[in-house]
């Protein structure tokens, strides 16, 4: 066996072997660099890389964006404003047996909704769909906001319009502040976990999107916890 192993290794080295060889011309030298196919399989453009970024941004369309988004932001707000300044007595009348745990869960619910709509909207390849759903959820809080004159120190505000029913509001304006506070929380918290954890470190699923996601709803929930069962709606 051992004979016919060394009789292999001397047939393979009795073979000639082959010798690299310099291009003598600068056309052999163009031909090595160039792959084995003769003729470019790939037609010459003008198109610079510049060119195609530019054509995947769609401008008109982030611009026709903006504006929509612009657009949610104030007119519902001025519509609810107008409805609380207007018809405040109807409002009262309407909402003077409700729960103010239910309307804080209620505004919690749809500032919340809207935050996910908006997180989605950047994750996910469908954009028309979830940038729909944000616009409809940001008309619904800006709405409420402006019902319950959501501003820093709303308690004044809705007192002057509201009286002794100003519980309604203040609820709907803690639910609205407890969903935004928890998610400003949970970007400063993210951040963190982004410069603490290593990228090798069995933590570092706490990054991924999906569990992020997870995270920010189990923010999401505490602060509606708290406001709900803190103390914080016989306080305002």
Not at 163 to 190: M, P, T
Request: proline letters at 5%; charged letters at 15%; aromatic letters at 12%.
């Amino acid at each position: 066996m051992a004979d016919a192993d060394e009789r292999e290794v001397a047939k393979l080295e009795a073979e000639p072997r082959p010798t690299p060889t310099e291009p003598e011309s600068g056309q052999e030298m163009e031909e090595n660099l160039v792959s084995k196919h003769p003729e470019a399989t790939i037609p010459e453009s003008d198109v610079s890389l510049a060119d195609i970024e530019r054509s995947r941004s769609h401008p008109v369309r982030w611009a026709f964006g903006c504006i929509l988004a612009l657009a949610a932001l104030v007119f519902p707000y001025w519509a609810g404003r107008s409805l609380a300044v207007r018809h405040t007595a109807q409002i009262v009348h309407r909402f003077a047996n409700v729960d103010p745990r239910g309307i804080a869960l209620v505004a919690w619910a749809v500032t919340v909704f809207a935050f996910v709509s908006l997180a989605m909207m950047i994750v996910d390849r469908r954009k028309i769909p979830w940038f729909t759903s944000f616009l409809v959820f940001l008309c619904a809080e800006q709405f409420i906001s402006g019902v319950s004159l959501l501003r820093f120190d709303f308690w004044h505000s809705t007192y002057v319009m509201y009286g002794d029913s100003a519980r309604i509001a203040n609820a709907a304006n803690l639910g609205i502040i407890a969903a935004s506070l928890a998610l400003a929380v949970f970007a400063v918290v993210w951040v963190g976990l982004l410069v603490i954890i290593r990228k090798d470190s069995p933590l570092n699923v706490l990054t991924h999107v999906w569990t992020s996601l997870l995270l920010w709803f189990v923010f999401e929930v505490v602060a509606l916890l708290i406001v709900l069962f803190g103390g914080m709606l016989t306080i305002v």
